[in-house]
């Protein structure tokens, strides 16, 4: 089979653990781009959070894209060009913070290329860590979130959260939710996830979804593993979701990435 899309996963798929792109990673990368595959970033990461990374790989150069916020938008990286975008709706948030009031979560959203919370937690550190994001902590997040957002993520220990990730699912059948991190459950607009905007971005490029390799880790890369042709779990993927996947490779800490790159683009 001859690939002609590569989806990665940000976190924990492609990059280590410190937040970057190693060495191998990125030369095998170039290398795929050179041969004329696209390689797509897919994240749940804010664009503005996914960029830098991008231009690090010259998509810019190579004219791909980003999908971004679990699968939100889609857009162009040498231009910035929303080619999809997706919100949820002002009720859909304020149900979102009643559901997180009621089971004693945390809850963001972004806005203005801010995270907007009414609390202060560890795990949004973490989400300001990651995607170096401001945070604006308002004093009613009702009254000010007060137009669409793309996605809500609640925020808790993990075992917790797990707890609710299914009671929330049978709650809000209308939401498209997943788990990110241990500690992020994040809900977005029905229908949207990876694969689904995946799928828009392969039928816009001509490309069929046997052609598409796709690697991840976590619950919410798990529709685009299952739609790829190739679908690929980094060995640290959380393991109730190991045997759900073609392939699993070596961690982000050991190049997984490029294992899969140099064994199915390069060899």
Known sequence: ?????????????????????????????????????????????????????AKELELDINDSYMISFNGAIISRVKDDLVLFEQKLTVEQIQALYDYSVKMKTHIITYLDNEIISET?????????????????????????????AVKCILLQDPDYLKEIEQDLIEKMPHLSVSMSKPFFLEAAQQGIDKAASL?????????????????GNAGNDLTMIEYAGLGVW???????????????????????VAEVVQKYILN
């Open 1 to 53: 089979m001859q690939y002609k899309m590569l989806v990665l996963d940000m976190d924990d798929t492609l990059l280590t653990d410190d937040h970057k792109i190693s060495d191998l990673n990125k030369k095998v990368l170039l290398e795929a781009q050179a041969k004329g595959v696209y390689v797509v970033l897919a994240s749940g990461r804010p664009t503005s959070a996914m960029t830098a990374y």
């Open 120 to 148: 202060d937690s560890q795990y949004i550190e973490v989400e300001k860590e990651i995607t170096g994001m401001p945070h604006l902590k308002v004093a009613s997040f009702k009254d000010y979130v007060d137009r669409p």
């Open 199 to 215: 799928k828009l971005l392969a039928e816009k490029l001509g490309i069929h979804q046997s052609e598409i390799i796709a690697v």
């Open 234 to 256: 980094v060995d640290n993927v959380n393991p109730e979701l190991r045997h759900r996947a073609n392939l699993v490779v070596a961690s982000n800490n050991n190049d997984g």
